[in-house]
C-alpha cells in the first residue's frame, strides 16, 4: 500500500525517487501522465485535500496508458471511508487510487494498479517506484 | 336485507352492549379497534344502510380500474369475532334515548349501553332545478358507481355514440370522478365555481398548474362559473346544463361533487346537540351533550367544524374505544392533509397551505416546464414547516406532513426539487413521528416491522403495520423508511442515479437551476456526497453548459468532462485520438478536402467517410491535436463535436438544387440547421437529417428530428433512432414554412434537454411523454404549458452564444497545458503507440504484431511511410 510520505524525511528513500514536476503543475482532479527514466508511464492525480497519488498510466484490461485522461472521484469502501478513485476513459474499470485495487471490472477478471510511492518536497512532486500488491 | 349471526334482542346480560350506527371505514375501524383492546365480553350491533359490508370508500375510484367491489371490503376479521353482529342494508330510524333503544327500518330493535353513531356523510345536490333528473349522479357509493356505469353504457347505446359528461364541482372527489368518467370513455368537463381546481385545498398559483396538467388528460375545465338549471332532452334524461349568462354546454350526464353534509338528522331528531350547519357536536372525548352516545368519523363536528376526510375520523375511532375502555384519550383535532388520487396527476396539501399563521413564510419552486408547483409554508424564522402545498410532483407528500410543526432541520429548496430522493429528511425521522396518518403508523413501528417482524419489504410492512393500505399518501415514504432499514440490515441496493447523487438528470437539472449552482463542488456538497464519479460528472457537467454555458473547458467544470469532452477529441483504443471537422450538411469544397488531405498526410492519420457525412481522421496523439487543429481552424474549419452529447450531424441528400426530384433546398436548410444548432449540449447526442423528396435518401426518418420536403412546405417527424434500438420518427407537423420549421426544432430540442434523463435520446423520451406527440404538438405549437418564450430564448442564446471550442482553445495557454503528452516532457510522444499498414494506411498494431516487432511500420518517433 503507498503511504503518503510527505513527513518521511527525504534521504531514507533519496536514491529511488525521481523528480518529476511541481505540485502547481497539477490540477486537482486532473490526471497528468509523467515519463519515468526507465520508459514506464505513471499517471499523477492531484486530490482537493491536497494528497498526490500516483499510479500506473497504464489501463491493464486495455493495455493502453490512458489512466491519466480518466475521470478521478471517490467511493464508499467497505471500511465506510470515501477512496479516491479514476475511471479508465476506456471502458470505465474504477480501481482505488491509494491502493491500486480494482472497485469495478465490469465484468472483467480483477487487474489491480502497480501504485508509487510519492513525496512532495519543496513544492516539487517526487516518485518512488512501483510497489505491486 | 341481510344479517350476519342476527338474534333478537336479548335480554341485557352483564356484557356492555354498544350499537354502532353506520357501516361505514370509521365504524369498522372503531369496532377493530376496540376488539384489539382485549378480550372484554361486548356486544357489538353494527348497523348499516348500504347492501354489503364496509368498504374502503377512499379507494372508491379503483373499482372503476377494475377493483370488484369484494376487492373494496375492507378486513372482515373483526366483523366475524362472535361478539359482533354485522347488519347490512337496514337503516336506523329512530333513536329512544330515555329507553336507550334503536330502532330500524325493519322494525328490529336494539338496547344498548353505549350507542356509536358513525353514520358519515352524504353527497350534496345543488339547490337548482334538474338536479335530480335521470342522468344526474352524487359519487359516494359502491351503489352510485354502478349506476354511473350502468347509465354510461344503456345511453351510450341509445344515442349511438361515446357521452359527453359534466362533473359539477372541481375539488378532489370532481377530480376522481371525472378521471373516472374519462374511465368511461365520456368525454368531461368539469365545472367549478372557484377561481381555480382545489381551491379548498391549494392556492391559486398551485390551482393553474393544476389545471394544466389536468387539460393534458383532455378534460375541459370551466373556472368561475356555475350552472343555474339541468335542462332536460325530449325523453327526460339530462341534456344541457345552463350558466347565468344563458349559455348552454351539452352534457348527456352529470356529477354532482359540490360537497358533503354529515347525515345527523337521525341525531337531531333525538334531541342531541347539533352544529347550525351540520355534525353532531363531540367533546374531546368524542362525546355527544349525552354521554351514553358517541359520534365519530364524518358525521362528528369537532370545534365547530366536520372534515371529510378519513384519518380524522380513524383518530376519533380511536379515541371511543380507548374511552371505553376507560382509557383517557383525547382527539387531536383535524390533520387536512391530502392528496389526490387522479392517476398521473399528483397533488397534497398540508398542514396550513394557504400560509394563514401569522408572519408565515413561503417558498415556492415552479416549474411551468415539467408541470410541477410546490410551495412550502414556514415559521417567520424559516425553521419550522407549518404546511404545505405540492402540484405535478407529490413524491415529497409523505416526508413533509409528519414534519408539520416540527423544525425542517435543512434547506427548505432541498425538499421542493423534483425528486423522491431529494426529500433529505426521510431516513432521519424520529421514530415517534406520525408516517401513516390514515392508520396512526410511527416511523418507529415501521422500523420495527422490520427488525423485529421480519418484513422483507414495504407491502409486507403494510400487510403487517397498515401503514400505506389505505389512502395510499404515506406509501413512497413508507417504502424508503422500508428501504433504508432493509439496507442497514444489508438487503437491498440502491438504484439512485449513482453512489453520489440520489436523484435523476431531470431532477438534478431543476436542482441546480433552483438552486442557482454554477461549480460541481457547490452541486455535490449541496445535493449528493463525496466528490463524484465517471457518471454524475459527465451530467453535472452536461447539465452545467445547459444552464451556464461556459466553455467545456472552463474552470473546474474541466474535470468533469471524460477524456473525449476534455481534450475534444475520440478516444480510440490504443489512446489515441479522432479528429472531425464540422462539414454542415455532409457539404465540403474542393479547397476543404485538400486542407483536411494535406493534415492526414502529414500527420499520418488513416482516413474515412463516416456514416454521418463527414470525413474522420484517426490516429492523432494528445500532444498533436492542437497542433492538427491549428492548421484546421486556420482553414476555416471548426469542431464536429463528434465527442460531445450535442449535436452531431445533419445529414443531407443534395435536393431541388441538383436532383430531378427534389422539392425544396435540402443542402441549404441542413447547412442552416447544423450551423443553428452546432455545439448544442444535451441529454445524449442529436442528429438530423433533412431529404429534398419523399424518396427520404437522406434517411432522415432515422434520425431525432428528420425534416422532408412535400409540395406545401416541410415535414417534421421527431424521435427517430439508429443503434442499438432502431426507430423511425413520427410526424410532427405537415406544411411548415422555414421559419416555423426551425421555431418548432428549436422548441422541440430544449424542451427535450430540460427534461429528458441522463443518456436518453429523443426517441424514448418522446415515447415517454406524458399525452404523447399530441401532447407534444400542444407543447410546441400552442404553447399550451406557456413556455414557448423560455424555450425559444434559451435557443436564441444558445445560438448567440455559440463559439467554436477549438478556436477558443488554440487562444488560451492554460487550456493548451492539457493536451501535454508528459508533465516532465509536454511533446514527447507516447512510446507505446505502434502502427501497421493496411490497405495504404496506418492501423493500431495487435499486441502479437508488437510482440514481433517486426510489422511495426511506424513507432511514434517514425514518420509514416507508405
Ligand atoms: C465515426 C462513426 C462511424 C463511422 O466511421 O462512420 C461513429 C463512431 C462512433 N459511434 Fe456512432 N459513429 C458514426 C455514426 C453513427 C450513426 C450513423 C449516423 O449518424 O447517421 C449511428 C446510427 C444513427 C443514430 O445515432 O441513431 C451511430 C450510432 C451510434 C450509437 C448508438 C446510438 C443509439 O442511440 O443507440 C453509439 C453509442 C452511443 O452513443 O452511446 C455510437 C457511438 C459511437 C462512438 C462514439 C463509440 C465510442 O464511444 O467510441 C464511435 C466513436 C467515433 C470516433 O471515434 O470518432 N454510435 N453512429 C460515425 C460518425 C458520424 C459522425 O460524422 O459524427
Ligand atoms: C370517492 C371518494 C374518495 C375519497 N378519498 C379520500 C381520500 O383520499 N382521503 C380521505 O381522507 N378521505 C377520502 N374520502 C372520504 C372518506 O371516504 C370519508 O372521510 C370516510 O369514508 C368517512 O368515514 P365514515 O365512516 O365517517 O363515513 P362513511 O364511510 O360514509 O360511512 C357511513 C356509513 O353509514 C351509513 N349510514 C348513514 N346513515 C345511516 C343510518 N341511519 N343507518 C344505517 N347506516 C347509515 C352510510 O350509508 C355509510 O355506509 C373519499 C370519499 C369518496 C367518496
Ligand atoms: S430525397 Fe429526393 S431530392 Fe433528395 S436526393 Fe433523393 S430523390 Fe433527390
Ligand atoms: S396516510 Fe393514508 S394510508 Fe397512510
Redesign the pocket.
Known amino acids: 500500500m503507498t503511504v503518503q510520505t510527505a513527513t518521511m524525511p527525504q534521504s531514507s528513500r533519496a536514491g529511488a525517487l525521481v523528480d518529476v514536476c511541481a505540485v502547481t503543475d497539477l490540477e486537482t482532479e486532473r490526471g497528468r501522465a509523467a515519463l519515468l527514466p526507465d520508459g514506464t508511464q505513471v499517471a499523477l492525480f492531484l486530490l482537493p485535500d491536497g494528497a498526490v497519488r500516483v499510479v500506473s498510466n497504464c489501463d491493464p484490461y486495455a493495455g493502453a496508458n490512458v489512466l491519466s485522461r480518466g475521470i478521478v472521484g471517490t467511493r464508499l469502501v467497505a471500511d465506510g471511508t470515501e477512496t479516491p478513485t479514476i475511471a479508465s476513459p476506456l471502458h470505465k474499470q474504477v480501481w482505488d487510487l491509494r491502493t491500486g485495487e480494482v472497485l469495478e471490472t465490469h465484468g472483467r477478471e480483477a487487474r489491480h494498479l502497480p501504485v508509487h510511492a510519492v513525496e512532495i518536497d519543496g513544492g516539487r512532486v517526487l516518485i518512488g517506484e512501483a510497489e505491486t500488491r | 336485507m341481510t344479517s350476519r349471526s342476527h338474534a333478537e334482542p336479548s335480554p341485557s346480560t352483564d356484557a356492555h352492549r354498544i350499537v354502532v ?8 375501524r372503531f369496532v377493530e379497534s376496540l376488539l384489539s383492546r382485549g378480550d372484554a365480553p361486548w356486544r357489538i350491533a353494527v ?4 347492501p354489503r359490508a ?1 368498504y374502503d ?5 379503483s373499482w372503476f380500474e377494475g377493483r370488484a367491489a369484494e376487492d373494496l371490503a375492507l378486513d372482515a376479521a373483526s366483523l366475524s369475532d362472535p361478539r359482533v353482529e354485522l347488519v347490512t342494508g ?4 329512530f333513536i329512544d334515548r330515555g329507553g336507550r333503544i334503536v330502532t ?1 327500518s325493519a322494525r328490529r330493535r336494539y338496547e344498548y349501553d353505549t350507542l356509536v353513531l ?6 350534496a345536490r345543488p339547490a337548482i332545478d334538474g338536479s335530480h333528473l335521470p342522468g344526474t349522479f352524487v ?3 359502491i351503489d352510485d358507481l354502478e349506476d354511473i356505469t350502468a347509465f354510461v353504457r344503456q345511453r351510450s347505446a341509445e344515442l349511438g355514440r361515446p357521452l359527453r359528461g359534466t362533473v359539477v364541482g372541481g375539488g ?2 370532481g377530480l ?2 371525472a378521471g373516472a368518467l374519462q374511465g368511461l370513455e365520456v368525454d368531461c368537463t368539469v365545472i367549478h365555481s372557484g377561481t381555480h381546481l382545489l381551491s379548498a385545498q391549494i392556492d391559486r398559483a398551485g390551482g393553474e398548474v393544476l389545471g394544466r396538467l389536468i387539460r393534458e388528460r383532455d378534460i375541459r375545465i370551466r373556472t368561475e362559473s356555475r350552472a343555474t338549471r339541468v335542462a332536460p332532452g325530449p325523453e327526460g334524461a339530462v341534456a344541457a346544463l345552463e350558466f347565468p349568462d344563458g349559455s348552454y354546454e351539452e352534457s348527456d350526464l352529470v356529477i354532482f361533487t359540490v360537497g358533503v353534509r354529515p ?1 345527523d338528522s ?1 341525531a337531531r331528531d333525538a334531541g342531541l346537540d347539533a352544529e347550525p350547519r351540520g355534525g353532531v357536536r363531540i367533546d374531546d372525548g368524542c362525546a355527544t351533550n349525552d354521554p351514553s352516545v358517541l359520534a ?4 362528528a363536528s369537532h370545534g365547530g367544524r366536520s372534515v ?4 380524522p ?1 380513524y383518530a376519533m375511532a380511536e379515541v371511543a374505544a380507548d374511552r371505553l375502555c376507560g382509557g383517557e384519550s383525547t382527539f387531536p383535532g383535524f390533520d387536512e392533509s ?4 387522479l392517476s398521473g396527476v399528483d397533488v397534497a396539501s398540508f398542514g396550513d397551505a394557504f400560509a394563514a399563521s401569522p408572519n408565515a413564510l413561503d417558498v415556492v419552486f415552479s416549474d411551468p416546464v415539467g408541470g410541477t408547483y410546490k410551495k412550502l409554508v414556514l415559521s417567520d424564522d424559516a425553521k419550522t414547516l407549518l404546511g404545505g402545498v405540492l402540484v405535478g410532483d407529490a413524491s415529497a407528500y409523505g416526508s413533509l406532513r409528519p414534519l408539520v410543526g416540527g423544525p425542517l432541520g435543512g434547506d427548505p429548496s432541498a425538499y421542493l426539487m423534483p425528486s423522491d430522493g431529494v426529500a433529505a429528511p426521510t431516513g432521519d425521522l424520529p421514530d415517534e413521528a406520525i408516517v401513516c396518518s ?1 392508520s396512526s403508523v410511527t416511523a418507529g413501528r415501521i422500523r420495527g416491522a422490520v427488525h423485529e417482524d421480519g418484513c422483507a419489504d414495504a407491502d409486507e410492512v403494510k400487510a403487517c403495520t397498515r401503514a400505506g393500505a ?2 395510499g ?1 404515506c406509501f413512497v415514504m413508507v417504502k424508503k423508511l422500508v428501504g433504508k432499514e432493509l439496507t442497514s440490515l444489508g438487503k437491498t441496493v440502491s438504484n439512485a442515479l449513482c453512489e453520489h447523487f440520489e436523484m435523476s438528470r431531470r431532477q438534478l437539472f431543476d436542482a441546480v437551476r433552483v438552486a442557482e449552482l454554477t461549480t460541481f463542488t457547490q452541486i455535490i456538497e449541496r445535493f449528493g456526497h463525496g466528490r463524484g464519479c465517471d457518471v454524475c460528472k459527465p451530467t453535472v457537467a452536461s447539465i452545467l453548459s445547459g444552464l451556464v454555458g461556459e466553455h467545456v473547458l472552463d474552470g473546474e467544470n474541466a474535470t468533469l468532462q471524460d477524456t473525449n469532452d476534455h481534450v475534444m477529441a475520440n478516444m480510440q483504443k490504443d489512446g489515441s485520438y479522432s479528429v472531425v471537422p464540422r462539414m454542415p450538411g455532409g457539404e465540403v469544397t474542393p479547397e476543404g478536402l485538400v486542407v483536411i488531405g494535406s493534415v492526414a498526410k502529414k500527420y499520418g492519420l488513416y482516413t474515412k467517410l463516416t456514416g454521418g457525412q463527414r470525413i474522420d481522421m484517426f490516429g492523432a496523439r494528445l500532444e498533436q491535436l492542437p497542433l492538427i487543429w491549428r492548421e484546421l481552424v486556420d482553414a476555416g474549419f471548426e469542431s464536429g463535436q463528434a465527442y460531445g452529447k450535442s449535436l452531431r450531424t445533419v445529414k443531407s441528400c443534395v435536393g431541388s438544387t441538383w436532383c430531378r426530384y427534389g422539392v425544396l433546398d435540402a443542402v441549404g436548410m441542413a447547412v442552416n440547421l447544423e450551423l443553428r444548432y452546432r455545439g448544442l449540449r444535451s441529454p445524449h447526442k442529436l442528429k438530423l437529417g433533412v431529404s429534398g423528396c419523399a424518396r427520404e435518401c437522406a434517411e432522415a426518418r432515422g434520425k431525432d428530428v428528420g425534416v422532408i420536403a412535400a409540395e406545401n412546405g416541410w415535414n417534421m417527424y421527431v424521435g427517430g433512432n439508429g443503434g442499438f434500438t432502431p426507430r423511425h420518427a413520427e410526424l410532427l407537423s405537415e406544411g411548415l414554412s422555414n421559419a416555423e420549421l426551425i421555431r418548432a426544432i428549436d422548441r422541440f430540442f430544449m424542451y427535450y434537454i430540460r427534461t429528458a434523463d441522463r443518456l436518453q435520446r429523443t426517441a424514448p423520451w418522446v415515447q415517454e411523454l406524458e399525452g404523447g406527440l399530441d401532447g407534444l404538438r400542444e407543447v410546441i405549437f400552442e404553447d399550451s404549458l406557456g413556455i414557448c418564450d423560455d424555450l425559444d430564448a434559451a435557443m436564441a442564446r444558445h445560438v448567440a452564444g455559440y463559439q467554436d471550442e477549438w478556436a477558443a482553445t488554440l487562444e488560451d495557454p492554460d487550456k493548451l497545458r492539457r493536451f501535454h503528452s508528459f508533465v516532465n516532457a509536454p511533446d514527447t510522444p507516447d512510446p507505446s503507440l505502434a502502427y501497421v499498414s493496411e490497405r495504404d494506411q496506418v492501423r493500431p498494431a495487435s499486441v502479437e504484431e508488437r510482440e514481433s516487432g517486426a510489422v511495426i511500420i511506424a513507432g511514434t518517433t517514425l514518420e509514416v511511410r507508405r
Do not use: F, Q, W
Open positions: 350506527i353506520g357501516a361505514g371505514m370509521v365504524a369498522h348497523i348499516g344502510d348500504e364496509p370508500r377512499v379507494g372508491l375510484t337496514d337503516a336506523a330510524t330500524t358513525a353514520t358519515g356523510s352524504y353527497a359519487y359516494r357509493t378532489l372527489l376522481e370522478a347525515n337521525l365519530i368519523g364524518e358525521v371529510g376526510l378519513v384519518a375520523g391530502t392528496k389526490l388520487k390514515c389505505t389512502c399518501s
